[in-house]
C-alpha cells in the first residue's frame, strides 16, 4: 500500500511539474499580434463592445414602400445563452421609429370602465414592478419557406425574426383593475403612438393573465425601436400584438376587427378561408450552430448548438436528427429552462464526412412536437405568411457546407 501511494504521490507532482513548464513557457511566449504595451482606453459613459466583434442585424427593406415593410433580423448564429442583448433585438414596425418624449407621453385607458385613467411614464414606474424573461417573435418569421423553401441559407436571414429578453414593468391587470372593468367587457384595444396608429385586439382573458405595460428592456429603459418608453408585453404571441409606443387602451365588448387582424396578420388556408386571431406561437427550435452558411472544417466532433421555444409553455425536450428525420437522438438543454423563453440545447456531432441532414425538433410540456414543413403544409397549405414553425433542415455536403435543407 505505501509503495502504491509513493508511485501516485510521484506520479500527481510530476504532473503538477510538467503543467508548471507548459504555463511558464506560454507565458515566456508573447504573442506575435501583442505588440508593444500600451496604456488601454479611459472609461466612457456608455459601454460598447469590442472593435473585433461584428456580429449586426441583417437589415431588410422594401424600396417602395421602405416604412411599411421595415425590418431587421437577429443573428442568432452569433449570440449565446438565452439573453438577445437590447442593440441585436429584431426589429419590425410600419410607420418607422416615433422619436417620444417619456417626460410628456401618456397611457390612457378608457372604454367599458367605470373609471377612465391616464398614467404618465414616472407614474408607472413607481408602481410595484416585475421582471420576466420572454422571447418575442413576429409570425411572420420563417414566411419564405412556404413556398419550397427560401433562396436563403443563412439562419438569420430565414429566421431571425424572434429575439429573447428580460421585461420589466407593471401588470396590466393592475391598472385595469383600478379603471374598474364593468362585466361586459371581454377585449382590449391597444393603440400606438406611431405615425400609423398600429392597433390590436387582445382578449380580456389575456389581459387579466399575464399581460404587461413595459419600460424596461435587458436592465435599462426601452429603446426606441422596442417601444420607448412604454410597449404592451403579451407573452407568448405573436410579435405585432405586443404593441410598442402604447398609448391607449380601449376596453371593449368584442374585437374591433382592424386593419392588422383583418386584412393582415390572418392565416391563408387552403379552402379559401382565413384564420383569424392565431395568436400563440407554436413550440419551435433551430440549430443556430453550424447552420446554413457555415463550412465543417473535416470530420471529426462537432458542437450542435441552437434555440427552442415555445408561446404555450415551457419546452420538454429537443432532439437532433443527421438522416433528416429517420432517426432522432435527444440533446442537452443547457439551464435556465424557462416558460415562454428561449432555452438553449447542445449535442455532440461525430461527423464522418459523408451528406448529412442535421435538424432538431422541440416538444413543450403540453405535449406538442414541432412538425416537418410538409404535414405543416398538408394541414395549413403554402398560402400563408405567418405562424410558420415547421422543422428546419440544414444540408450538410461532403465538403462540410451548409445550406438550406428545406429547399424543394
Known amino acids: 500500500m505505501q509503495a502504491d501511494h509513493t508511485r501516485s504521490r510521484r506520479w500527481f507532482l510530476g504532473l503538477g511539474a510538467m503543467w508548471s513548464a507548459a504555463i511558464v513557457a506560454c507565458r515566456s511566449k508573447t504573442p506575435p499580434s501583442a505588440g508593444p504595451r500600451v496604456l488601454g482606453s479611459p472609461v466612457s459613459p456608455y459601454g460598447s463592445r469590442s472593435s473585433f466583434e461584428k456580429a449586426t442585424r441583417y437589415f431588410d427593406q422594401n424600396t417602395?414602400?421602405?416604412?411599411?415593410?421595415?425590418?431587421?433580423?437577429?443573428?442568432?448564429?452569433?449570440?449565446?445563452?438565452?439573453?438577445?442583448?437590447s442593440s441585436l433585438h429584431f426589429e419590425?414596425?410600419?410607420?418607422?421609429?416615433?422619436?417620444?418624449?417619456?417626460?410628456?407621453?401618456?397611457?390612457?385607458?378608457?372604454?367599458?370602465?367605470?373609471?377612465?385613467?391616464?398614467?404618465?411614464?414616472?407614474e408607472l414606474k413607481r408602481l410595484p414592478s416585475r421582471s420576466r424573461i420572454h422571447f418575442l417573435e413576429c409570425s411572420g418569421n420563417g414566411r419564405g419557406e412556404w413556398n419550397g423553401g427560401s433562396t436563403e441559407s443563412q439562419v438569420q436571414r430565414i429566421h431571425g425574426l424572434t429575439s429573447c429578453s428580460?421585461?420589466?414593468?407593471?401588470?396590466?391587470?393592475?391598472?385595469?383593475?383600478?379603471?374598474?372593468?364593468?362585466?361586459?367587457?371581454?377585449?382590449?384595444?391597444?393603440?400606438?403612438?406611431?405615425?400609423?396608429?398600429?392597433t390590436r385586439s387582445i382578449p380580456m382573458k389575456k389581459a387579466l393573465d399575464d399581460a404587461m405595460i413595459v419600460y424596461a428592456q435587458n436592465g435599462e429603459p426601452l429603446r426606441p425601436e422596442q417601444g420607448y418608453p412604454l410597449r404592451l408585453l403579451v407573452?407568448?404571441?405573436?410579435?405585432?400584438?405586443?404593441?410598442?409606443?402604447?398609448?391607449?387602451?380601449?376596453?371593449l365588448d368584442q374585437a374591433a376587427m382592424?386593419?392588422?387582424?383583418?386584412?393582415?396578420?390572418?392565416?391563408?388556408?387552403?379552402?379559401?378561408?382565413?384564420?383569424?386571431?392565431?395568436?400563440?406561437?407554436?413550440?419551435?427550435?433551430?440549430?443556430?450552430?453550424?447552420?446554413?452558411?457555415?463550412?465543417?472544417?473535416?470530420?471529426g466532433i462537432h458542437e450542435v448548438s441552437g434555440i427552442a421555444w415555445s408561446g404555450r409553455g415551457t419546452?420538454?425536450?429537443v432532439e437532433i436528427t443527421v438522416d433528416g428525420g429517420a432517426t432522432w437522438t435527444p440533446a442537452e438543454l443547457q439551464m435556465p429552462v424557462?416558460?415562454?423563453a428561449h432555452t438553449r440545447f447542445r449535442w455532440s456531432w461525430k461527423w464522418d464526412g459523408r451528406e448529412?441532414?442535421?435538424?432538431?425538433?422541440?416538444?413543450?410540456?403540453?405535449?406538442?412536437?414541432?412538425?416537418?414543413?410538409?404535414?405543416?403544409?398538408?394541414?395549413?397549405?403554402?398560402?400563408?405568411?405567418?405562424?410558420?414553425?415547421?422543422?428546419?433542415?440544414?444540408?450538410?455536403a461532403a465538403d462540410g457546407k451548409l445550406t438550406n435543407g428545406n429547399r424543394a
Open 258 to 299: 382592424t386593419r392588422e387582424e383583418t386584412s393582415k396578420y390572418t392565416d391563408l388556408m387552403p379552402d379559401g378561408t382565413a384564420r383569424q386571431f392565431t395568436f400563440d406561437m407554436e413550440p419551435k427550435s433551430l440549430i443556430t450552430r453550424p447552420s446554413g452558411g457555415d463550412t465543417l472544417p473535416g470530420p
Open 235 to 251: 407573452p407568448g404571441w405573436e410579435g405585432n400584438a405586443n404593441v410598442k409606443w402604447l398609448r391607449r387602451l380601449k376596453v
Open 356 to 396: 448529412a441532414r442535421l435538424a432538431s425538433r422541440c416538444t413543450d410540456d403540453t405535449g406538442y412536437t414541432q412538425p416537418p414543413l410538409a404535414e405543416l403544409i398538408k394541414i395549413r397549405g403554402a398560402n400563408s405568411n405567418y405562424h410558420n414553425n415547421a422543422i428546419q433542415v440544414w444540408k450538410v
Open 166 to 198: 428580460e421585461w420589466t414593468g407593471v401588470p396590466l391587470s393592475m391598472l385595469l383593475r383600478e379603471c374598474a372593468v364593468q362585466p361586459r367587457a371581454t377585449w382590449v384595444l391597444a393603440e400606438g403612438a406611431d405615425a400609423c396608429k398600429l
Open 338 to 340: 424557462l416558460p415562454i
Open 92 to 122: 419590425r414596425h410600419h410607420a418607422g421609429v416615433p422619436e417620444i418624449d417619456s417626460t410628456i407621453h401618456t397611457l390612457t385607458i378608457h372604454g367599458l370602465v367605470d373609471r377612465p385613467l391616464e398614467f404618465t411614464v414616472d
Open 64 to 85: 417602395k414602400v421602405p416604412l411599411e415593410e421595415a425590418a431587421s433580423f437577429t443573428p442568432l448564429h452569433d449570440t449565446y445563452g438565452i439573453i438577445t442583448p
Open 315 to 317: 419546452i420538454a425536450r
